[in-house]
């Protein structure tokens, strides 16, 4: 029953309105939450491309792309990622997504990993996606034991992981992303890595999968609280819990979105980004 459920939930949300789905994932505003993310909560999107539309029927999902948040990155990733060359703004920034993805910042063939500000990544899901996006958040709650300690003390493996990772390829072997998709890939392979393998590797070096996990068996339907094929919530170790997903985006305004107060159609980015 429990699988049943894993199964059925992706057509329930398809067919819910825009309202619907704001009331079902509890709407937060940006405003609302930018000071709550941290470090290891995960973001799921849902894309239109045809690419997003094969993953999300091939792992029958409401969901075609992970990704993890990173809130104040080190200066060693900020320095591999290139941050500050990016864009000035992201100068101003502490919320960052890390992800792999089909498309890239810096265009590189193929695509990859990155890392860039969360509210940017936020404004192109609305500029490519416009009233069909639907992005949801799951905050990574710490356990008491754990509270004062700052990323660095708690993840030092992760973010050595993190510029391990600079600019590595995206996956685009078929069969391994077929595999994934009924966990039955053999063994490990990082040379190149698509967007949930990425946030299970993440979690492996952060403590919160066994290293003997095989991160090349996890797609975005997996890092779920009700898509899963077992119909269960995703287990994580040492205390940690995601909590429920969350749908998150801006306050309606006059039609422009801004960032950081620079109209969407100003900013510098890719000619099209697309969300796996």
Wanted: aromatic share 12%; glycine share 4%.
């Amino acid at each position: 029953m429990d699988s049943l459920k894993g199964r059925v939930q992706p057509l329930k949300i398809s067919q819910m309105k825009d309202d619907e789905l704001d009331k079902y994932y509890n709407r937060k505003y940006w405003d609302e939450i930018e000071n709550q993310f941290t470090t290891g909560d995960v973001i799921l999107c849902r894309g239109t491309e045809s690419f997003s539309q094969l993953i999300r029927r091939g792992t029958m999902s409401t969901w075609s792309h992970a990704a993890m948040v990173v809130v104040d990155p080190p200066p060693e990733v900020r320095e591999a990622y290139k941050i500050e060359a990016t864009h000035q703004q992201d100068l101003l920034e502490r919320v960052f997504i890390f992800e792999s993805d089909t498309d890239t910042q810096d265009k590189r063939a193929g695509g990859g990993t990155q890392l860039w500000p969360l509210r940017r990544w936020l404004e192109i899901c609305i500029r490519d996606y416009t009233d069909n996006y639907l992005v949801v958040w799951r905050k990574l709650k710490r356990p008491d034991h754990f509270s004062g300690k700052s990323d660095q003390e708690l993840f030092p493996a992760f973010f050595k992981f993190m510029i391990e990772m600079c600019k590595r390829s995206y996956e685009h072997s078929r069969v391994q992303l077929a595999f994934s998709a009924i966990h039955t890939n053999k063994k490990e392979d990082l040379s190149t890595i698509f967007c949930s393998e990425l946030v299970a590797a993440s979690f492996k070096y952060m403590g919160l999968f066994s290293m003997e996990t095989n991160s090349n068996n996890f797609v975005p339907r997996d890092f779920t609280s009700d898509e899963r094929m077992d119909g269960k919530d995703i287990r994580i170790n040492n205390g940690y819990v995601l909590e429920k997903e969350v749908r998150f985006r801006f306050r309606p305004s006059d039609g422009t979105e801004l960032f950081l107060g620079a109209p969407l159609h100003t900013l510098q980015t890719p000619e099209t980004s697309k969300l796996n």
